[in-house]
Nanobody, 127 residues
Framework: QVHVVESGGGLVQPGDSLRLSCAAS????????MGWFRQAPGKERQFVGY????????DYADSVKGRFTISRDNAKNTMYLLMNNLKPEDTSVYYC????????????????????WGQGTQVTVSS
């Protein structure tokens, strides 16, 4: 069973940066594509970004494109989400998810394609 843990959330001010981490254990890390999703209070969970198994392919939601960067270190079994120029509307619980599938296009945005999920980490952007 794959175990997924997010970390790095917190309270920041608008314009600040924050880096989230997602550590996975119990499987072959490099065999999994990985995604970030987020859920704000009273709203549905939404796609944030994706990185392929090799790390060579990434994809982002329009709302974060140019501000957020996903990377992974397969030697450390860890994925990262660097968030720059944070806005109040980025306030959400951020979830990491893993998939054994090779995803492309809209498949990357679909929660049902991900098999393993973390418990989430809270990010609050407020002045």
């Amino acid at each position: 069973q794959v175990h997924v843990v997010e970390s790095g959330g917190g309270l920041v001010q608008p314009g600040d940066s924050l880096r989230l981490s997602c550590a996975a254990s119990g499987g072959t890390f490099s065999a999994y594509g990985m995604g970030w999703f987020r859920q704000a209070p009273g709203k549905e969970r939404q796609f944030v970004g994706y990185i392929s198994q090799s790390g060579r392919s990434t994809d982002y939601a329009d709302s974060v494109k140019g501000r957020f960067t996903i990377s992974r270190d397969n030697a450390k079994n860890t994925m990262y989400l660097l968030m720059n120029n944070l806005k109040p509307e980025d306030t959400s619980v951020y979830y990491c998810a893993l998939t054994p599938r090779l995803l492309s296009g809209s498949g990357r945005y679909t929660e049902e394609n991900y098999n393993y999920w973390g418990q989430g980490t809270q990010v609050t952007v407020s002045s």
